[in-house]
Every structure is written in C-alpha cells, then in structure tokens.
C-alpha cells in the first residue's frame, strides 16, 4: 500500500485539511469549508422548509463523508483506460457499515451511500427521555459482521452525548472495533461525553456550538432535526 505522489504545486491528499481550513483537535474535527458552512447557515434559518432541509442535510453530510473516510487505506489494482494499461488506486482493508441512530440520523443515508453504494446499513433506534435525558433503546438491527468493517454513526446533533454513546456501546457489543461518528452540529459536553468513555471514536462535525439550553437543546443549534426532517412537531 502506498500513497500517491502529488502533482507539482498540488498536496497530498491529506493536506486537504489545509485547503478546507479543516479545525481539528485531537479525534473531532470542525469541517470549516466555506460550502459546509454556508449549508450549515442555511439549515439553521427558520425560514428553511422541510424539503429544502432534507436537501442539505443529504449536502452536508456528503461533505463531512469525504472527511470522515479520509483515512481509508488503499491498494494498486492494474487497469486498462481506453488508451493504455496503467496502475490506479482502490480502497483497501476493511469494509463499511453505516449505522443512522433513528430517526434523525436516516437523513442522512443517502449523502453517505452516494459515495459509498456498497456499504451495509444497520439501524439504531434511540429517543432521548425528555425529563432525564437519558437514551431509551426501542430498536436495534445491526450487520453480523461488524467486527470486518469500519462502523460509521450517524447523528444530526451530538447534544448531551447519551444517545450517541450508547450507540457506540451498541455497535461496539456487536463486535464493532472501528467506529467514526458523523454529525452535523456538536456541543463540547456532547464531545467530552463520548471520548470519557470512547476516547478513539473520531468525531466530524460541521459545528461545534456553544452550550445545552436547561432543555438540553443545543444553542444556537438548529432545532429539533427530526421535526424539521419529516414536518413534525
């Protein structure tokens, strides 16, 4: 395995980071593109409707899959173009499990599986108890392989953190040894509570706000995901 070499006066493929003006701190990275962050804008704004919503959620999330798969090995693989044969790239290794904690999280499927068609998708499905904010598990169905593949999480808002670490409990309980959680907007208690008790889970995220409101809702956050998803209130 080996990387390629960049062209004169391009980088690397890692150095992208740069060009994207990238924030990262150890295992979370605050994607700062001016495209992820004018989406992130855009979804925010009340007056954005539902079917505009979906739309950048499904933009975002492509964005922050293209970061979160960065670090995905790759291998040669002998080809033919139309002109000569010539040795190209292919992604190695392990394969991938896309696992959306419910519902929220399904808004963004699609914006990970336009890039990766083939990867398994399990289901988390999780609600967060209004009063003690504690996840309550109501539905779990995972691929039975997970412990060859690397384990994607997806979750809107990474808030308190309870839900989304219990999913990292779940898909980890399922043989899971590798897993990345993509979110839209983070708190930094949201990020503190998974790396208290999953401190190798990588984190890309398209914004860390402030604080949790008395409510335990993200400020300035964006709303509730899955209402302004499906129309619901």
């Known amino acids: 395995m080996r990387q390629a070499a960049p062209l004169p006066g391009f980088p690397r493929l890692h150095d992208v ?15 700062r593109h001016p495209l992820v962050q004018h989406k992130l804008g855009l979804l925010r704004d009340t007056s954005t409707d539902t079917h505009r919503f979906r ?14 798969t960065k670090h995905l090995a790759t291998e040669d693989a002998e080809i033919e173009t139309p002109l000569e044969a010539m040795t190209a790239q292919r992604i190695s290794g392990k394969k991938v499990a896309v696992c959306p904690i419910l519902r929220a999280g399904m808004g963004m499927l699609d914006g990970v599986l336009s890039l990766i068609p083939v990867a398994r998708v399990g289901f988390i499905g999780l609600y967060r108890n ?17 412990s060859d593949r690397d384990v994607i999480l997806l979750d809107p808002m990474l808030a308190t953190g309870n839900s989304t670490a219990a999913a990292v409990e779940l898909v980890k309980a399922a043989g899971a040894s590798s897993v990345r959680l993509i979110a839209l907007i983070a708190t930094p208690i949201g990020i503190e509570r998974i790396h208290r008790d999953h401190p ?23 709303g509730d995901a899955g209402d302004r998803l499906y ?3």
């Open 17 to 31: 980071r740069v060009l994207s003006r990238s924030v990262l701190t150890g295992p979370v990275t605050e994607v």
């Open 55 to 68: 739309q950048l959620v499904n933009e975002l999330t492509l964005l922050l899959t293209y970061e979160a």
């Open 130 to 146: 209004e009063e003690t904010l504690e996840p309550v598990e109501y539905y779990v169905k995972l691929p039975d392989d997970l």
């Open 200 to 222: 190798e889970v990588a984190i890309v995220v398209a914004g860390i706000d402030r604080e949790l409101n008395e409510r335990g809702y993200i400020v300035p956050g964006l």
């Open 231 to 233: 129309g619901t209130k």
